[in-house]
């Protein structure tokens, strides 16, 4: 025998390291070896997974069908609230109803372009700015921000550490990219390829490992709960954090509408535990359904995949998990792919709400369309015509048991894994802060936020005094209301974070002491070049911009290398491009890799396609 030197074995284990983070560069399926042998699931349970099982029951809303927003769905009733400005003068009236119009479209493009050039001129003003090396020995007013969601991520990318000191506080640490959700799930990219450290975010700002459970606005400070471990040992330790200002952006929960069964036997699709949950029990179905002796009835239930909710959540997860089976899984489960299915259950008529119905149809297309196997022989297994997914629409799930879907038409559909995605609904810190607020303009207005946190045009919450600030799903502003999207969080995150430095975001009248809308500081500060295309637009000198959302397009994966794409041309108007296929594929792929948090990121999910591409997904089972 001849012994090769450890040192010449390095390079391999680096160039593995170079191509995935995960463990499962480590690894290889037992079955791409052996085609016949089965990989065994060890089960491990340690106390501190005991404890945020715990904690996550804790976040169960009790009658949270009254909460619920559909995926994407845009609520158009109309509101008459908030600027209640009858004790302040008529001036400030006039001035206030023409600051919260929405702005002429080709004056906020052009503030948008020139808030660019002002980002550029800032960092070359920091640059001669950085050999000054002495302390601001000023006291920093405390931000306290929770969650590490969308709109935190843009918060703190844009918000001044050096002026502010923030804390965020969030249980996980992590950013995480949450459209390709789906396509960890299947493998298609691995789950620390989608993810940031929210320290590496911006290095200055402090983060806290803990779960917000209430809020005190008179006390300024936030309730806290976090698992301790020393060892094996763990316990909930409780304590509160101080604030000056408070921005709530905990986001959103899945809404399960109060329909029996739904927590108990379905995945969701909102974290990355979902869908580690998801990746497993996926080869699992396809290992249970190869043992021995089973009837086909019992292997076609068993891999039978129900996706309830027919949104771009639902439908992205169906079109990955369709080129998961059609492509990696027939490589080693060939005999048995003739039983799998996808069943995508939709209670309205329609797929992809949001897109126009010309995409809409595509996306049906796409899901329709014919299975292509490479491998001749699997293919010849097939039923011919052999058809995989089926879309089951206009029909309400009425209940969810151990195996069987119980359907509004009567009908049971048997399945061997099923997937919720088909709404969102308020963490119980969401309504604890709606309840602590009390009466007044923030109660009257739940009759439209439904559970979510009411807020004024500059994303200040409504009896919040000017102090509390929230944006992305788990907030809502009657007057105007927004998708539940990324692209809205992270614009509203960007958004405060601009304000925060340029506005005095709580001033008062002086005769009445009412809460003004924030009002510029021009203290030691010269304006920008797109304040004063903002006050043009605004016509109002004092008073800051109010957020006005930049709709860039909606994009959703249909599948087999195509996707659909649309771009709003002009905002309420059938103005659009509209795009699909291959075309909309490019353009689908390209917007989630330049919208990557960071570099690394980006060349982790474009080495994750690349492994795919050439090696296929991997179905190692990972516990």
Request: some cysteine; proline content about 5%; charged content about 25%.
């Amino acid at each position: 025998r001849m012994m090769v030197p450890t040192f010449l074995l390095f390079p391999l284990f680096a160039s593995s390291w170079m191509l995935s983070m995960e463990t499962s560069a480590f690894t290889m399926p037992i079955r791409s070896l052996c085609p016949r042998s089965r990989t065994p699931v060890p089960l491990n349970s340690v106390s501190e997974q005991t404890l945020r099982e715990e904690i996550a029951r804790k976040n169960i809303i009790a009658e949270e069908g009254q909460y619920g927003v559909l995926d994407g769905h845009i609520d158009s009733k109309p509101a008459s609230l908030i600027l209640d400005a009858e004790n302040q003068s008529t001036d400030m009236q006039r001035e206030i109803t023409r600051a919260v119009k929405r702005r002429a479209y080709p004056l906020f493009i052009l503030e948008k372009i020139f808030q660019v050039v002002d980002d550029i001129v800032d960092n070359f003003r920091n640059m001669d700015s950085a050999s000054d090396k002495g302390q601001d020995t000023k006291v920093k007013e405390r931000i306290v921000i929770l969650g590490t969601g969308w709109g935190s991520a843009a918060l703190l990318k844009e918000i001044d550490a050096k002026r502010f000191d923030v804390t965020v506080i969030s249980p996980r640490n992590y950013f995480l990219f949450t459209p390709m959700l789906a396509g960890a799930a299947v493998g298609t990219v691995e789950f620390r390829s989608i993810t940031e450290p929210v320290r590496q975010i911006n290095p200055l700002s402090n983060y806290i490992e803990a779960r917000a459970t209430d809020i005190d606005p008179k006390a300024c400070q936030v309730s806290c709960e976090s698992i301790a471990c020393e060892g094996n040992s763990c316990v909930i330790e409780e304590f509160t954090v101080p604030y000056d200002r408070l921005v709530i952006a905990v986001g959103a929960q899945t809404n399960t509408f109060g329909i029996p069964g739904v927590r108990e036997y379905c995945c969701f699709l909102k974290e990355i535990e979902d869908s580690q949950r998801i990746r497993r029990a996926l080869v699992n179905c396809f290992e249970r359904a190869s043992i021995p002796n089973l009837s086909d009835e019992e292997k076609e239930k068993i891999l039978t995949f129900a996706v309830i909710g027919a949104g771009p959540t639902g439908i992205e997860f169906a079109s990955e998990l369709r080129d998961f089976i059609t492509s990696d899984i027939a490589k080693y489960y060939g005999k048995i792919l003739k039983f799998a299915r996808i069943k995508i259950i939709e209670a309205s008529s329609m797929v992809l709400s949001p897109f126009d119905p010309s995409l809409q149809a595509a996306a049906i297309e796409a899901l329709n369309r014919r299975v292509s196997i490479q491998d001749e022989k699997v293919a010849d297994l097939l039923p011919r015509p052999f058809k995989i997914t089926e879309l089951i629409l206009e029909t309400k799930v009425e209940e969810v048991k151990k195996g069987v879907i119980s359907l509004s038409d009567g009908r049971e559909i048997p399945y061997g894994l099923a997937v919720w995605a088909a709404g969102n609904g308020p963490l119980p810190v969401t309504l604890n802060a709606i309840a602590t607020l009390g009466m007044g303009e923030q109660a009257d207005a739940q009759a439209i936020a439904r559970g979510r946190i009411a807020i004024d045009p500059w994303l200040r919450v409504l009896g919040g005094d000017g102090k509390i600030f929230s944006f992305g799903d788990c907030s809502c502003n009657p007057n105007y209301q927004l998708p539940a999207t990324a692209q809205v969080a992270s614009q509203q995150g960007e958004y405060l974070g601009r304000m925060l430095s340029l506005c005095d975001m709580s001033p008062r009248c002086k005769s009445t002491g009412e809460l003004l809308p924030p009002m510029k500081d021009m203290q030691d500060r010269e304006e920008k070049l797109s304040e004063k295309v903002a006050s043009f637009a605004t016509q109002s000198d004092r008073i800051g911009a109010p957020f006005q959302f930049l709709d860039l397009g909606i994009l959703a994966y249909t599948g087999d290398g195509s996707a659909i794409a649309q771009i709003q041309v002009i905002p309420d108007s059938s103005a659009k491009i509209k795009e699909q296929g291959k075309v909309g594929f490019g353009l689908w792929r390209s917007v989630y890799l330049t919208k990557q948090i960071s570099l690394r990121n980006r060349v982790l999910v474009a080495l994750d396609w690349t492994k795919t591409k050439v090696f296929g997904r991997d179905i190692t089972l990972l516990m």
